[in-house]
């Protein structure tokens, strides 16, 4: 096989490997047996369920909006987002920066059955909750969408303001 045979192959199967069906799993439903991965982002960190301090509810609807799309938190606190959907296709509420989300958005775009399942989203069926636990460490103000192919792209995204101690 040729250098430029094998190359391709090596990526056509990367990219098979990389791309999942995002089909109708309830992603939102975390291994409770399985560790939370601690990452630290530029938007805060995995939070744990003893240290939330608030719970904030959040509708999705197939119109691709958010209620509420504006948050106010407190640099430190810990919250737990309880996403509604309140619709009939599948959301998810991806929180992150705006570079961070305008290329996952690119990805799944390109690659719209690709799974992924980070703590700070949630992948929500029609008519389910799911729940997100984050800890906002960081001041700032950050993103959140549902980066579902089209659904970005219709602005289904919201604000969150982390304000500093």
């Known amino acids: 096989m040729s250098t ?8 056509l199967l990367g990219v098979t ?48 909006r958010f209620t509420p799309d504006r948050l106010s938190v407190q640099q430190g606190e810990t919250v737990k987002f309880v996403i509604r959907n309140a619709g009939q296709v599948m959301h998810e509420l991806v929180i992150g920066t705006k570079q961070e989300l305008d290329e996952h958005a690119a990805l799944m775009a390109k690659f719209p059955e690709m799974e992924h399942d980070e703590p700070y989203m949630a992948h929500v069926k029609p008519g389910k909750t799911g729940e997100l636990i984050w800890t906002f460490n960081r001041p700032g103000e950050f993103d959140f969408a549902c980066l579902i192919a089209g659904h970005y792209q219709a602005g289904m995204v919201g604000k969150i303001k982390v304000a500093a101690k």
């Open 17 to 64: 490997a990389a791309v999942h069906a995002h089909g109708d799993d309830d992603h939102a439903k975390k291994d409770a047996s399985q560790p939370v991965k601690k990452e630290q982002k530029a938007w805060g960190i995995a939070g744990d369920a003893k240290a939330v301090k608030r719970t904030i509810e959040i509708k999705m609807t197939d119109d691709m």
């Open 4 to 11: 430029i045979h094998t190359l391709v192959l090596v990526t």
